[in-house]
C-alpha cells in the first residue's frame, strides 16, 4: 500500500509558476512509474506527466511539453511538478499517482491516487 499526497495548488495568473509536491509514504520501493494527471471541469481526465523511476525517461502531453517539468527527490519520497508560462486553460485538479506495473501504457496502469490539489489560472 503507498499514500500519496498533494500539495502546491492555487491561484496564479496566466504566465504565472507554480510547483505541485506529491508527498509518497508506505511500500515506495517498488513503484516504477510516478506521475501527474489533471482533470477540468466537464473534461476527461488527463496524463500531464510520467516518470519512469527505473528508466529515467519521461513524458509529457503535448499540451504542455516545454512549459512542465516532472521530477523526483527520492531522498525525500516526494515527486514535484514544476509549470511554468502556466495559462488559464490549465485550470484543472491535479492528481499525482503511482503505478508498479513494469509497463505504463495509460493512466489506467496508475494503481495509486492522491486526493487532488486545484490549480486556477486566471487571464
Known amino acids: 500500500q503507498v499514500q500519496l499526497v498533494e500539495s502546491g495548488g492555487g491561484s496564479v495568473q496566466a504566465g504565472g509558476s507554480l510547483r505541485l509536491s506529491c508527498a509518497t509514504s508506505g511500500y515506495t520501493y517498488s513503484m516504477n512509474y510516478i506521475g501527474w494527471c489533471r482533470q477540468a471541469p466537464g473534461k476527461e481526465r488527463e496524463t500531464v506527466a510520467v516518470?519512469?523511476?527505473?528508466?529515467?525517461?519521461?513524458y509529457y502531453a503535448d499540451s504542455v511539453k516545454g512549459r512542465f517539468t516532472i521530477s523526483q527527490d527520492s531522498a525525500k519520497n516526494t515527486m514535484y511538478l514544476q509549470m511554468n508560462s502556466l495559462k488559464p486553460e490549465d485550470t484543472a485538479m491535479y492528481y499525482c499517482?503511482?503505478?508498479?506495473?513494469?509497463?505504463?501504457?495509460?493512466?489506467?496502469?496508475?494503481?495509486?491516487w492522491g486526493q487532488g490539489t486545484q490549480v486556477t489560472v486566471s487571464s
Open positions: 499517482a503511482a503505478s508498479y506495473r513494469s509497463r505504463f501504457y495509460s493512466q489506467a496502469d496508475f494503481g495509486y
Open positions: 516518470f519512469d523511476i527505473v528508466g529515467g525517461s519521461t
